[in-house]
């Protein structure tokens, strides 16, 4: 045996070792580990926070032990980065030897986790991230979602728009990316089916945020409404742009709920009134609702958001999961349909969980008030995503 | 496109196109001038952005104080700057000045995401501006942009005369043509290229604070502005302010109509633009001969 051939050969039998240790130690019910592979640096700082926060929060809650076992964290910062996506969530699988991956809010970061769980068979519950394939053509019995895909809130806004807003021509606008892209879809769809139709489809390339000119379209065009997708930054402008330019007082300007969530503070007057519809609204007024808020609110010193009900929903499919099993996530079937048969008890409402593993769950229509998105209806009830192109 | 819309779109051209010019402006000075490719330039805009954010509450509802405040700090800033990290640049290559300046963006971010955070921040319209007026049936425009315009119009006047007309601009003007010449001559160059620095960040500062009622602000917003400044100053001629003014219309223009005609392709209409310049006229609209 050569030198290297030897090394070799020591490397082999050195992973097997640690291999058998792993094994024998998931036999043993030690520790259960958690890999949160969330953003904690770049623009999705605070969403990556509240995820961490909510899902604690439920660990906590039931003494820090779900079906029986010990939680552990290994964190990683994704930084919403989908070049180092495949790194960082293979980094979590192969050195950390994680149990479970909770991760992430940018989309094309959860494609890349979506397709490393899918190889490796590791549990994977994305708490946010809205790409309709990550439960669509990527589907596995193996990944879970406890947010929403981007048809959903748009789908149920294109249904109202049409039939309880009386809506018949719609304009969508949109970055030209993949999530813009299935949020306009989803809108004209339900828009559509309503009776409606959308009558022009603009696009603004990412991340400019020059609206002016298509804006002057919009009011030539005249039409009844106009369904936007943007985020963070881009949301506030476009709504300002969109008040400034007079046209919120002739056609009324409807989105996702991300056009007003956690942007309200910088639009100020421009979006008073807006309609949105999301999985989740302020004024809820729930017991359950009441008790998460006060609970965490208690705990960390901050109001809840969207993305905390979402950390924290994903920690309670897990527990679901893992109590049937009794700690033993090998026995990744039984895993799968305690998760599909149970009913899960959200502070957004009680929701299940469809064949694709996404959330089936009731989407709230919402209207700006003051600096909240307070619930004015529900907009569609028990709405289940398509899942185009799962095979499940 | 009937009549109407299409003066409305030519007026949003033209009031896109000039707020450019006030942050390519700077940028082409820093570059034409003292040979440094500043990839920190659009930090400087975003620095003005975030200037207005903070400055705001302080000068209450005394807009213009503000803007003057935020210059006079800002040509401040771009001082010291020089002093400490760009007077080294000059005699180097371009590679390292690169690096350093891609190094300053990420040090400017860093700065800014402990400083005010990375949540999205909207900066009031003074209240003397806040309204619109109606544009025939169609729309309404609001004041504050065409107040933006003319702020643009005025400065771009200002930039032209203090260049062309004054002693300051002769002596730049020579400075960028032969620096060893105008240092033989007896004038102070490393203090005239401080003054051009200063100059140039104050200028992308300005921009950035009055952007900042009708854009937000929020981090990156750096970023974005930086690659089409670039795109202008290529376009315009390298150092050449008029130039600078031509083509921050004529990207004005081709982005506004792109976006509008062509919506599929709109992302490309201004790199498209440049390719054809540069194939046309490979120094530039208005730049010297190569």
């Avoid at chain 1, 961490?52 to 910062?77: A, W």
């Avoid at chain 1, 696009?203 to 000119?213: D, I, L």
């Avoid at chain 1, 007082?249 to 969530?261: A, H, N």
């Avoid at chain 1, 989407?363 to 028990?382: C, H, P, Q, T």
Wanted: with cysteine.
């Amino acid at each position: 045996m050569t030198p290297k051939t030897s090394s070799t050969a020591r490397i082999i039998l050195a992973t097997l070792a640690l291999g058998s240790i792993a094994t024998f130690s998931h036999a043993q019910q030690g520790k259960l580990k958690v890999g949160l592979m969330l953003p904690y640096s770049g623009t999705y700082t605070a969403l990556g926070v509240a995820i961490e926060n909510g899902f604690k929060l439920y660990v906590d809650e039931q003494g820090g032990k779900l079906g029986g076992r010990e939680i552990e964290y290994v964190k990683v910062d994704d930084e919403s980065d989908p070049a180092k996506a495949t790194d960082n969530v293979n980094k979590l699988i192969k050195r950390d030897n994680v149990d479970v991956i909770v991760g992430t809010v940018h989309s094309g970061v959860a494609m890349a986790m979506a397709k490393a769980a899918k190889e490796s068979g590791t549990v994977l519950i994305v708490p946010n991230a809205g790409a309709d394939a990550v439960t669509g053509p990527m589907c596995a019995p193996n990944i879970f979602r406890s947010s929403f895909s981007n048809w959903q809130p748009a789908f149920a806004m294109g249904e109202v728009a049409a039939k309880q807003q009386g809506k018949k021509k719609a304009i969508t606008i949109t970055w030209k990316y993949a999530a813009g892209d299935e949020s306009v879809n989803g809108f004209k769809e339900g828009f559509e089916k309503a009776g409606g139709q959308v009558t022009k489809q603009l696009n603004v390339p990412f991340p400019n945020v020059e609206f002016q000119a298509l804006l002057t379209e919009i009011a030539a065009a005249k039409p009844d409404a106009v369904y936007a997708f943007f985020a963070g930054g881009g949301a506030v402008k476009f709504v300002k742009d969109y008040a400034a330019a007079g046209l919120d007082k002739t056609i009324p300007l409807y989105g996702p709920g991300f056009l007003t969530d956690g942007t309200l503070d910088a639009q100020g007057a421009s979006a008073q009134g807006m309609l949105t519809t999301l999985h989740y609204a302020d004024g809820l007024n729930t017991p359950r609702d009441t008790a998460f808020r006060t609970a965490y609110a208690k705990a960390f010193k901050l109001q809840p958001d969207v993305y905390a009900v979402q950390g924290y929903d994903a920690a309670q499919m897990l527990s679901i999961g893992l109590t049937a099993v009794k700690g033993d996530i090998g026995k990744k079937p039984e895993f799968a349909s305690a998760i599909e048969k149970a009913k899960i008890d959200s502070p957004r409402g009680p929701f299940s969980i469809g064949k694709s593993h996404n959330p089936v769950q009731d989407i709230y229509l919402r209207k700006v008030d003051g600096k909240e998105n307070k619930v004015v209806s529900v907009a569609s009830k028990a709405l289940a995503d398509p899942a185009r192109g799962c095979k499940l | 496109m009937d009549l109407g819309t299409f003066l409305v779109q030519c007026l949003n051209a033209v009031q896109y196109g000039l707020l450019l010019f006030l942050v390519a402006s700077g940028l082409t000075l820093i570059f034409g001038i003292m040979g440094v490719i500043n990839l920190a330039h659009g930090s400087f805009y975003m620095l003005g952005a975030y200037m207005a954010f903070a400055l705001t509450p302080l000068f209450g509802g005394n807009f213009i104080v503000m803007l003057v405040a935020g210059v006079v700090l800002a040509a401040a800033f771009g001082y010291l700057l020089e002093w400490a990290f760009f007077s080294y640049l000059y005699q180097r290559d371009h590679l390292q000045q690169v690096l350093m300046t891609y190094g300053l963006i990420l040090v400017f971010e860093e700065v800014r995401s402990i400083l005010v955070g990375n949540d999205v921040h909207g900066v009031k319209v003074p209240d003397w501006l806040d309204g619109s007026f109606a544009l025939g049936s169609l729309m309404s425009y609001p004041w504050y942009r065409l107040f933006a315009s003319a702020a643009c119009i005025v400065l771009a006047a200002a930039l032209y005369v203090v260049v062309n007309r004054t002693r300051l601009g002769m002596m730049i003007r020579a400075g960028a043509s032969n620096r060893d010449m105008v240092r033989g001559l007896g004038i102070d160059i490393r203090k005239l290229y401080r003054i051009v620095f200063a100059a140039g960040v104050a200028l992308a500062a300005l921009a950035g604070m009055i952007a900042a009622p009708m854009s937000s602000v929020y981090p990156g917003m750096g970023g974005s502005v930086l690659i089409i400044c670039f795109v202008v100053v290529v376009i315009g001629g390298i150092g050449s302010i008029t130039g600078a003014l031509v083509a921050s219309l004529l990207v004005g223009f081709v982005d506004t109509f792109g976006k509008v005609l062509f919506a599929e392709l709109s992302g490309m209409g201004v790199y498209v633009l440049m390719a054809l310049v540069l194939i046309w006229r490979p120094e530039g609209l208005m730049g010297r001969k190569i």
